[in-house]
Structure formats: C-alpha cells, structure tokens
C-alpha cells in the first residue's frame, strides 16, 4: 500500500534554491517537503562540488559546497521541513480542487498545495557502466543502490567502484553477503581514507576479495546473474556473483519533469519574473531549471527568486489574507518563527 | 590561435582558443554539442573528446582521475581525453578534436 502525505508545499530538489526556498516559505507559515533522488541535501554543490571554494555568495567572501548547504540545513532548521531522499518524482497532476498529487518512484503520495520545483540540471541518476547487455540484468540482479540491504543476504556480491559510495556497501554489505568481492580499476580509492583502512583490514582477514581490474561481460539468464568476467592485471577471470553493485557515479539527466505537461524552452521551465510561476498556477520553479529573458544560472538568482515564489505561494494557501512585509531583523514575530525571540 | 573541433554531426567548426583555457569552456563557449556538466571539475566526463593524431601525442598525460572518468564511459578510444583538462597554449595551436557520442546534451 502507498503512503500518502498532505503538506502546503512539496519542494522537488533539495539544491541550493530549493533549500532556501524553505526558509522564505517557512516566514510565512508554509510547511515543505523535499523530495530528491539524492541521498542528502545540496543538489550540485553537494554532488558535484563539495569541497570548492564558491566566491560569490553574498555575505560569504568564500564558502565550499558543502559548508553553504551545511549553512543553509542549519539556517532552515527552525521550519523543520521533511526530507524525502532517494525517491524520484515521476508525475504531479492538478486535482480538482486545485491541489496538487505527485506520485513517487518509491511508492508515496503527496498532496500539496502548492509545488515548487527546484530539479536544478535536472535529476542525478546512476551512469551505466560500459558493459554489454547489462540493461537485461537492471533492478532484478544488477542494482546502482541499495533500497534494501535484505536484497543482499546470502548472495554472492560484486561492487564495482574506488569512490565513497562502493566503500561505504562493501562494508556495510560484508557482514549478510555470502562473499564480497571489491574491484576497481586500481588499487587507489578517492573514499574516505577510515573506509578504505577497514576495507583493507577486511581483505588481510580474507572476508573480502579485491582485485584491480574491470568488468567485460556478464553471464546469467531471465534477469539473473550468475558470473562477472573481469580483465584484471593478472589475467582475465570470472567470478561467481548474484548480484552486482557498479558505482560509476551519477550524470543529470532532466528525466520526468519534461512529461509534467508545462511550458518549456531548451529543457528548462518557462516562467514569469513577478512570482517564478509555470503555465500552471500552483506550480512554481525556481533555480537552474526555470528559464526567462535575462535569467543567470548562479545560486544567487535562485535566492531571489525563492523570495518572489513564497508571497505568490502564500496568496494560494490563503486567499485573501493580506501578507505584511516584514525584515528579519525588526519584526518579532518572524523572530518567534525562527526561535530566536 | 585556432582549434578544430568535428562535432557529433560531423561537421568540422574552426573556434578562436584562447590562451590558458579549458578546451572544454572553448567549446561550450562557442555553443556546440558539450554537455560539461560539472564545469570542468574532472567529475563527469562529459566533455569528452578523441583527439587527432599528431596532437594527442603533445598532451600531458591524463591524471589518474581523469583515466578513471575515461573508463566510465562507453566510448572511450586510444585517443580519449577530457577536453576541460586540456589547457590551451600556443603550441596547441591548430589542435583536432572530435567530440564524443558520450558529450552530447541530452
Ligand atoms: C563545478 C560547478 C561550479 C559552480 N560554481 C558556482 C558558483 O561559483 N556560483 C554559483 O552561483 N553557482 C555555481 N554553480 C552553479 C550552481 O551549482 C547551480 O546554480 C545551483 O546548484 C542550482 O541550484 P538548484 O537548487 O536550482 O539545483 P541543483 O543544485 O541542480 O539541485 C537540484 C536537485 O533536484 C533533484 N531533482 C531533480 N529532478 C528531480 C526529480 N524528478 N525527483 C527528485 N529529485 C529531483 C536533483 O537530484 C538535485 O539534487 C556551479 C556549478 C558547478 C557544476
Ligand atoms: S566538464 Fe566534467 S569532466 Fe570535464
């Protein structure tokens, strides 16, 4: 059975925009969901940049990816948005009352008020990795995740990867597996250096077989694997494995939001400057992914327009209530929001 | 300075290099078929480019990273490189390059 879920407003994108937008929603007593298919906040900074210094965020002469969405998570805090991650949202649909469903790739429903999308480049998704034919083995034997560790137990492992995601399971996955086995294509690892520590330990205590090399070809059947053949360093191999996890890391690709039904220009969403709206009211998108005459694909612009979403957002979830503007620094009341008076 | 650059169509673009920048940013910059997604951070492989012989001999070889990235894409050839790691200087001059099938924007 689906879980079903009724907010004000679900954010799709937990980036940077999308963050932000939860604080300016928040001032006005709207409550956000975030759905990403990542597995943490932080859209491309998170993803793609944690460690580079970004210089041209107001107020932060220098700040590193990670530490603006650090900032931003703690900034945030007070509204206590939820966090939805590892799910994609395939389709939204305006119901007859002028809310909105979306339906999740993780079998959840949402019904909101109010949608902001905030899909930046669009969704992360797992690269394939350039073997032949591995499409007929995907989601049955040949998983780019794991959703559940129990998918595991008893199986016969191979993960494929040097980065922090192929360390973090092989040492989470040792212990159910029924053998693991750990191949990159050397014997260097870009992962924090603890995991690769423990991961090496594994290997001197002969619960984890790791070989540098790379994957040719697979052999199985009916979506089943069953061998992994390898070009390694010491020849060609095959090894036996049930299930295969390849870490090749993740691309953007615009995915679902280009089947939502809205005006779009060269993959991005066409907008209005005033409230950042779509071609359907209630729908608004803010970030990387909307598109106007003069927009800038910088952080900043999607601050701003996080700001101009929020008011018009507001004026659906309460027709007629006149919203007064206020600044964070003098009025109390946005200062009780925020916890701080 | 000048650099060549054969698109996924095919068709043979002559681009103004600028001295000291990625060959990458040239090619997005020009507006052709790059997606570059992560901004020539050695993260996505997607400014992937064959470079023509004679040239390719003048690189500085590829960084461990960059041969990673390589690996992962599906079509990787002798004479791959990531275009956001080659840094344009003079004696580039003249450089052919064809972009990847992998480098095209969805
Ligand atoms: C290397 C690099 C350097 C950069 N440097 C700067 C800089 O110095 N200054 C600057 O201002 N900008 C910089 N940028 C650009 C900046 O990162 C983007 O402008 C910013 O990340 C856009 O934020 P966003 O919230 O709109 O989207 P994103 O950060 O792209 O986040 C979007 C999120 O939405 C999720 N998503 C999308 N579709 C779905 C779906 N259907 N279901 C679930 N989740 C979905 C994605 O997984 C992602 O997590 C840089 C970018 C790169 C790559
Ligand atoms: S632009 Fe991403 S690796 Fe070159």
Not at chain 1, 120 to 143: L, M
Not at chain 1, 286 to 314: C, R, T, V, W
């Amino acid at each position: 059975m689906s879980t079903e879920i009724t907010t004000d407003v679900v954010v799709i994108g937990a980036g940077p925009c999308g963050l932000f937008a939860a604080f300016e929603l928040g001032l006005l007593d709207l409550k956000c969901h975030f759905i990403d298919i990542l597995d943490r906040p932080g859209g491309q900074c998170a993803e793609l940049y944690p460690e580079k210094p970004i210089y041209d965020i107001p107020g932060f002469p220098v700040v590193t990816g990670q530490h603006l969405t650090d900032n931003l998570m703690a900034q945030i805090a007070p509204f206590a948005p939820e966090f939805h991650f590892n799910r994609m949202v395939n389709s939204i649909e305006k119901q007859a009352d002028g809310s909105f469903r979306l339906a999740t790739d993780a079998d959840e429903i949402f019904h909101a008020k109010v949608v902001v999308i905030a899909a930046g480049g669009g969704s992360f998704q797992p690269k394939r990795p350039p073997v032949e034919g591995i499409e007929a083995f995907e989601n049955q034997s040949v998983f780019y995740s794991v959703r559940k560790m129990d998918d595991f137990r008893g199986q016969d492992v191979v993960i494929v990867g040097g980065g922090d995601s192929a360390l973090d399971w092989t040492l989470n996955l040792q212990p159910i597996a029924r053998s693991l086995t750990l191949v990159h294509r050397r014997a260097v690892f870009k992962a924090a250096p603890a995991s690769v520590n423990k991961m090496q330990a594994l290997v001197g205590e002969g619960k984890i077989n790791f070989l540098t090399g790379q994957i040719a070809k697979l052999d199985g059947a009916d979506g089943q694997i069953n061998h992994v053949h390898l070009i390694t360093d010491a020849g060609d191999l095959s090894v036996p494995a049930t299930r295969l996890l390849p870490f090749f890391g993740l691309t953007m690709k615009l995915g679902p939001v280009a089947d939502w039904g809205l005006e779009l220009n060269d993959n991005t969403i066409v907008v209005d400057t005033e409230k950042f709206q779509t071609s359907v009211p209630g729908i608004f998108a803010i970030g990387d992914i909307n598109s106007y005459p003069g927009k800038l694909k910088l952080i900043l612009s999607g601050f701003h327009e996080a700001a101009l979403m929020a008011q018009a957002a507001k004026a659906i979830t309460s027709p007629g209530e006149r919203v007064v503007f206020q600044y964070t620094t003098s009025s109390t009341k946005l200062q009780k929001k925020l916890g701080v008076a | 300075m000048k650099i060549l650059v054969t698109d996924q169509a095919g068709d043979e673009h002559e681009l103004e290099g600028l001295d000291g920048w990625r060959t990458m940013e040239v090619i997005r910059d020009w507006g052709l078929n790059i997606k570059a997604e992560c901004g020539g951070a050695c993260s996505c492989a997607t400014c992937h480019v064959y470079v023509e012989d004679g040239w390719f001999d003048k690189l500085p070889p590829p960084s461990d990273d960059e041969e990673d990235l390589l690996y992962s894409t599906l079509d990787k050839k002798p004479n791959s490189r990531l275009s956001c790691q080659i840094l344009l200087s003079e004696d580039l001059d003249g450089m052919r390059v064809t972009l990847a099938p992998s480098s095209a924007k969805e």
